[in-house]
């Protein structure tokens, strides 16, 4: 735990700050801790109760998954409140008041936090939230089958896409959906508008793997049917063996441009799904994922190890007690697709509203809200604007720390002072000029006005019917 100095004036603000983990790491994230500092928080992290980034310390460990799937912030959230109160004795005139920041697996467990121990925090801030864990991960390990992982021959697979095959697909995503919003950009803003058609990319009869040259180099310029096939079914929800149950959705149009889509799509099925399966789920150090598929993910479902699916909508005790959730998610994301947050969304309002219309966004906006950020990948870095102090790395480019550009900011502005979040500002770099407003979801959308040229912006406007 790193406190500030007890001096009110320039020390601590009356606040602490729990800090989330990524992936499956046991690791603390050290970037974070500072950055809680940085603003006056008494900031605490943990290690989740393991070492190292993958799945080996689960293996006959089930209270070591419980330390992953709650425990571990839980712990570290009421042990900061103590350590606080000792540590600035007298105790301040002013309230402590509990945040917490995290990012994909730190998302979750925010989320995890706010359905289980809805006294832990007042205020979350939660990113591209890895919830419905067990279907996010075993989408994972489908898509990256789709690709030939898993299948023993590698590169060598008929469906395998290298790195020339995945620079021609962002291309032609581009081509069929990049002015969707009104502006040429390399951004596909509303991934939900595109329908993008990868059969356009087959090669013809002639040749299987046409190519053009430039020069004396090849330059491929299309796609086998088998990749072609492959990429169908990546471009699709998830659905379950009935055939109709979307258990996870598509993969974003767009974020195939993000270099992180190669932890995905590998010769090998993606380490975080094999770790998950080999360890948490089936407890054998030996076991294969070679046939990996909806069966696995059943089976996951039927046991739920530490309860980490985190996919219940009932925040109403959290509500109750005036805690805020904060949420946003990239739209270029390739390891959690964005449309994963639109659900949590959903499942959260017609868990608490018992209404048929999720347009209407007052009806949880009080608690919860989502902002959507275009051009971002995972949790942070992609071509736009990406700086909002979400977290402590992005911070750094972040024009301006105020409530308007910083998102942990909002957060404590909603918790402390009952004004949330209209818009948030991210900035491509510490250029102020390169802006753009993110946007709640739903019933705001990102609009290009103006010209091409610095007269031009991004703003959010209101718009209608199902989003």
């Known amino acids: 735990m790193w406190l500030p100095m007890k001096e009110e004036a320039e020390g601590w603000y009356g606040r602490v700050l729990t800090v989330g983990n990524g992936g499956l790491n046991g690791c603390i994230d050290y970037g974070n801790l500072d950055y809680g500092s940085s603003f006056h928080f008494a900031t605490i992290a943990s290690d989740n109760g393991h070492d190292g980034v993958g799945g080996l310390p689960f293996l006959d460990s089930p209270e070591v998954i419980n330390d992953f799937a709650w425990r571990s912030i839980h712990t570290i959230a009421q042990l900061s409140r103590v350590i606080a109160a000792h540590y600035y004795s007298p105790p301040s005139s002013l309230p402590l008041r509990s945040y917490y920041i995290g990012c994909s697996t730190g998302g979750r467990q925010g989320i995890q936090s706010a359905l ?20 996010l991960l075993g989408w994972s390990g489908i898509i990256s089958r789709a690709v030939g992982a898993g299948s023993g021959k590698g590169r060598e697979s008929a469906q395998f896409i290298d790195e020339e095959g995945w620079d021609l697909v962002s291309e032609e995503v581009l081509r069929q959906c990049d002015a969707l919003d009104g502006r040429m950009d390399g951004i596909v803003t509303e991934p939900d508008e595109c329908l993008f058609d990868p059969s356009l990319l087959l090669c013809g009869e002639e040749s299987d793997e046409d190519v053009e040259r430039e020069g004396n180099i090849k330059k491929r310029v ?6 072609v096939d492959a990429l169908k079914n990546i471009y699709s929800p998830l659905v379950g063996r009935d055939g109709e149950t979307v258990l996870y959705p598509r993969f974003d149009p767009g974020a195939e441009r993000i270099p992180m889509r190669n932890r995905v799509f590998a010769p090998e099925i993606f380490f975080y799904t094999f770790d998950w399966w080999r360890y948490a789920i089936y407890n054998d150090s030996s ?6 598929g909806l069966k696995d993910i059943e089976f996951a479902d039927s046991i739920n190890p530490g309860g980490v699916a985190t996919w219940d909508g009932d925040l ?9 959730i904060l949420t946003y998610h990239g739209r270029m994301d390739p390891l959690i697709a964005s449309g994963n947050s639109k659900r949590l969304y959903n499942l959260v309002f017609f868990t ?23 051009g971002m990948s995972h949790c942070t870095g992609g071509p736009g604007a990406f700086h909002f102090g979400q977290r402590g790395p992005s911070a ?14 909002p957060l404590v502005e909603w918790v402390e002072e009952g004004r949330g ?12 000029r390169k802006v753009r407003e993110h946007c709640r979801w739903p ?9 091409e040229g610095e007269d031009g912006r991004w703003v959010c406007e209101g718009t209608s019917g199902d989003p």
């Open 222 to 227: 299309c796609l086998t049917e088998t990749q």
């Open 287 to 292: 076991r294969t994922l070679d046939d990996f």
């Open 443 to 451: 019933g705001w959308r990102s609009v290009w006005r103006g010209s």
């Open 421 to 432: 979040p209209e818009v948030i500002i991210g900035t491509e770099d510490s250029d102020d």
């Open 116 to 135: 289980k121990f809805p006294g832990d925090f007042d205020g979350i801030l939660a990113g591209a939230p890895a919830v419905d864990m067990q279907h």
């Open 316 to 324: 109403s005790k959290f509500r109750v007690r005036g805690g805020k």
């Open 352 to 374: 608490l509203s018992n209404t048929s219309n999720p347009t209407n966004p007052s009806s949880i906006e009080d608690f919860y809200r989502l902002f959507l950020i275009p």
């Open 396 to 409: 750094l480019g972040t024009a301006r720390n105020d409530s308007s550009h910083n998102a942990l900011l």
